[in-house]
Structure formats: C-alpha cells, structure tokens
C-alpha cells in the first residue's frame, strides 16, 4: 500500500505543481491581458476624445461652410445689385456725357456770337467816337459861323447906324 501511496503522492505534488505553474502563467497571461485591456481602454478613451473633439470641430466646419455659402449667395446678391447700379450709373453717364457736349456747344455758338457782338459793339464805338469828333468839330464851326455871324450882324448894325 505504501509502495504505491508515494509514487502517487510524488506524481500529484508533480502534477500539483504542474498545476500550479500552469496557474501561475494562468495568472501572469492574465496580468498581461488585464494590462493590454486596461491600456486598451485608455487608448479607447482617448480615440473616443479624439472622436468626439473631431465630431464638434467637423460640427464647427460645416456651420462655417453653411455660413460661407450664405455669405457667398449674399455676396452674389449684393455682385448683382453693384452691376444693375454700376449699369445705371453707366446710363446716367452717357446721359451727362451727351448733355455735357450739348452744353458746350450751346456755350461756344453763345461766345461767338457775344464775340460777333464785341465786334460789332467795338466798330459802332469807332464810329461813335468819329461822330463825337465831327460833332465837336461841326460845333466849333457852328459856334465860329455863330460869332462870325455875330461879328457880321453888329458890322450891319454899325453899318445901319452910320448910314
């Protein structure tokens, strides 16, 4: 019975500690597993901050691109209203332009006529200025003929009296 008992005791302590060491690597392969899932969740954790930083910055980025569009259709809107402006303005221009050209010439046949005047003006002040001078010449023979009739009526008057 004996002889028998401690060849298998020895294979049970054998396999006791077999067994054990297979529990020890058990437990280390866990630590490990324990460690990866632990590191795998942290890594988990910040992709997922990562993720959810990503999802507000893509949520920013479209309300940015949504306001761009707007800002651009605005910009196109206000685009369109500068060139029916600009048209207008181009319009009002030519327009101006047009009776701009017309004003000048109205304002160079008016200085060529005011000229036409001076001139004629200028010529009838010569020949005012020549009628002064026969006027003032025609009366300094008329007051000469006057005193030389003077002259020739109190000669008479002498002449009568002394006749």
Known sequence: MFSSFYP???GLIHDMSDLEAGYTKLADIRSAWKNMVAAADVEKAVVL???KS???REAKLKEEVFQ???AF????AELKSAHGTISALDVQVKSKRHSLHRLRRER???IEELKAERRHHRANLERLALAEEELSS???DTDLAKAEAESAKEALDRAVKDF
């Open 8 to 10: 298998t005791i020895i």
């Open 49 to 51: 901050e990562q993720l």
């Open 138 to 140: 025609a009366q300094a």
């Open 54 to 56: 990503a999802a507000e």
């Open 73 to 76: 259709i605005s910009s196109g």
């Open 108 to 110: 160079d046949g008016c």
């Open 68 to 70: 761009l569009i707007d």
